[in-house]
Nanobody
Framework: QVQLVESGGASVQAGGSLRLSCAASGYGYSRNCMGWFRQAPGKEREGVAAIYGSGSSTAYADSVKGRFTISQDNAKKRIYLQMDSLKPEDTAMYYC???????????????????WGQGTQVAVSS
């Protein structure tokens, strides 16, 4: 059974930084296709960042490029999301996701991911 557990969410002021962490366990997920998504109240879930291709490739939503950085530690089976220069519009529940082992990777497409964590809340105040 695959389990993804996020941590690191908090309330911060605009301009601040947070580092989200996702711990993965179980068999069946692809470490070569993992990502972070977010969902704000009343809005659809959107892809924020993804890491794929054995960690050699990354993808970011335009809204976070230059501010967020995704990284992976395969030895620890974790991925991270470093978020800098946070804005109030970054406020959302952030989810870690992983594609199914052997499946195709569509980095920022939520329907391409089979496994999801419970989420960690990020709140940015102005």
């Amino acid at each position: 059974q695959v389990q993804l557990v996020e941590s690191g969410g908090a309330s911060v002021q605009a301009g601040g930084s947070l580092r989200l962490s996702c711990a993965a366990s179980g068999y069946g997920y692809s470490r070569n296709c993992m990502g972070w998504f977010r969902q704000a109240p009343g809005k659809e879930r959107e892809g924020v960042a993804a890491i794929y291709g054995s960690g050699s490739s990354t993808a970011y939503a335009d809204s976070v490029k230059g501010r967020f950085t995704i990284s992976q530690d395969n030895a620890k089976k974790r991925i991270y999301l470093q978020m800098d220069s946070l804005k109030p519009e970054d406020t959302a529940m952030y989810y870690c996701a992983a594609a199914r082992l052997g499946g195709a990777c569509r980095p920022l497409l939520s329907t391409a991911y089979s496994y999801w964590g419970q989420g960690t809340q990020v709140a940015v105040s102005s």
